[in-house]
């Protein structure tokens, strides 16, 4: 199978493409896996020097979410360095506590667009964002000539949209996971390993959070998404084999 090429995917304009530093580990990977599943596309970091190397390496988004507290740099002061560097998207604060209006107003000086606080809930988190930027659930993209696919069994990738379809069912897998998919499907029966994986979610040689390896708890919660999405349409799914301590790889046909 030829393995289609990620970066030339033609991209819905209107799928939201976010940014979030968050600096819990378990908080951050729910809501992205959350942020994921009401349509967006989530880039996470778990501190602010590591959103500013994502952004060094030309990362684009249509809004960042920032925490308020951070352990290396804080929020509001991420915020003064993304002012000052005159980024192309707006940040919006994210805060679990209840921070006064003298903070809101210190937010809004920065040039922040709004302050949301988590115990609203996901869904409105989402319906905020996506008011503040003009952003919208992906349209449907009418195509005016035939679509290229790549097909691997049952599995059919469709990388002009960045979709994966099983036995005729789309997966609905977000762009993370898609790449992730492309990484394993494009080569059936090699070894991806733990950190390969980790890149594709991110970029090569992403600074993962929770010590040397913890890229690998952020791997396995991300590849059990994907098998989990299989397995809603093939309760047996098993194509995606795990090497513990090694990586994935997709078994050959």
Known sequence: MTAPSISSAVFSPQKMRVLFVEDD?????????????HG????????????????DAKLQADVALLDWNLPDIS????????????VAFPYVFLTGKSLGVGHEMLAFERGALDFIDKARGVPIIVKRLR????????????ATEPEPMVQQGK????????????????????????KIL????????????????????????FLAGGGEDGFRTNV????????NKFRAYEAHFAEIENHPGLGYRWLPS
């Open 25 to 37: 580990d378990d908080c951050r990977e729910a809501l992205s896996a959350e942020f994921g599943d």
């Open 40 to 55: 967006l596309e989530v880039e996470s970091f778990r501190d602010g020097r590591s959103m500013l190397d994502g952004i």
């Open 75 to 86: 929020g509001i002061d991420l915020a003064l360095e993304l002012k000052r560097r005159q």
């Open 131 to 142: 008011a503040l930027t003009g952003v919208n659930r992906p349209a449907r993209i009418e």
């Open 155 to 178: 599995l059919t990738l469709r990388p002009q949209v960045s979709r994966a379809l099983w036995d005729g069912n789309d997966l609905d897998l977000t762009l993370t996971e898609y």
């Open 182 to 205: 492309v990484l394993l499907a494009a080569n059936p029966g090699r070894l991806a390993s733990y950190r390969e994986i980790y890149d594709c979610m991110h970029y090569t040689g």
């Open 220 to 227: 396995r919660s991300a590849l059990k998404r994907i098998r």
